[in-house]
């Protein structure tokens, strides 16, 4: 385990735009309360890509979450694509593929990779269009998604389902193509050992900062001043001056990077028992699910 100087949380964004207004970035310190990073117009996500290569040139010591799935489920089915002779047999290579299918796609959107004939069978496309190996119901999990489910932690839904306000597919497939196109610029935990020094990413998922924040569960977003004020309080950390307009993605990156402080000093989120070899290779895992 590491001591981390400096904390962020990018909640991200998987529509199809070059500046999506769900990215929202937050960042905290040792000390003083979390403040929001504001380009103008808006974040792009090439944007948060040129933010974390300079993180990684500076060596900044920082801890980096993003709101995303970093793979798609793999243990269920042996695979991540039955059927598909081309399936990725691990997550840096299925990385590779969504960003190699998609690079004609501007804005590391994944359109052409969702078109593709042998992905588009996987995934569940709208109300009247769901692929032939879509399993129903909610969809193919991952162990960590499932594992979230079971105890109770958060309610994680399937990468595969692309249709719906609480759809994460898009986003995690667009954060695919992030994590390829840095290339190996910074380390991604749990396929990456945590070095000594440097930015190093971790998969978070901003319900379980919420909920440790005291917010409630089913009612975990946060719309206003006196919300936020709540939360950080919670967490013991003071609040930033008054924001010029409160939503979701701000408050969502201002509480998580502030638990993530907070988070980062338990070992056992840096080992859970049910993170394998296999699964970190493989899967990834939500860093703070035990």
Not at 67 to 74: G, I, K, N
Not at 111 to 135: I, M
Not at 256 to 279: C, F, G, N, V
């Amino acid at each position: 385990m590491r001591n981390f100087e400096n904390f962020a949380c990018v909640d991200w964004s998987g529509a199809r735009i070059e500046r999506p207004p769900g990215i929202a970035v937050a960042t905290i310190g040792s000390d003083g309360p979390p403040a929001l990073l504001n380009p103008s117009p808006r974040w792009s996500r090439e944007d948060v890509k040129n933010w974390l290569l300079r993180l990684a040139d500076n060596k900044v010591n920082i801890l980096v979450g993003f709101d995303l799935s970093t793979a798609l489920p793999f243990r269920d089915c042996g695979c991540y694509f039955p059927e598909w002779t081309e399936s990725p047999k691990d997550a840096r290579s299925l990385w590779r593929l969504v960003d190699g299918l998609s690079r004609n796609d501007p804005w590391m959107s994944v359109g052409n990779f969702l078109q593709h004939p042998e992905a588009q069978r996987h995934f569940r496309h709208g109300r009247d269009n769901v692929g032939d190996l879509f399993t129903g119901g909610i969809g193919r999990l991952r162990r960590v998604e499932q594992h979230q489910r079971d105890t109770g932690q958060a309610n994680s839904a399937s990468c595969f389902n692309l249709v719906g306000a609480a759809q994460v597919g898009k986003s995690s497939l667009t954060g695919m193509r992030l994590l390829h196109q840095l290339e190996g610029t910074i380390p991604v935990w749990p396929f990456d050992p945590v070095p000594d020094s440097g930015p190093v990413i971790v998969e978070i998922y901003t319900t379980i900062a919420a909920l440790a924040a005291g917010l409630p569960r089913g009612r975990s977003k946060v719309r206003d001043r006196d919300g936020l004020e709540k939360a950080l309080g919670k967490l013991d950390v003071p609040s930033p001056a008054r924001l010029d307009r409160y939503d979701d993605h701000r408050t969502d990156a201002m509480i998580t990077a502030a638990w993530m402080k907070q988070a980062s000093r338990d070992p056992r989120l840096w080992a859970p028992p049910e993170l394998t070899s296999e699964i970190a290779q493989k899967e990834g895992w939500t860093f703070g699910v035990f």
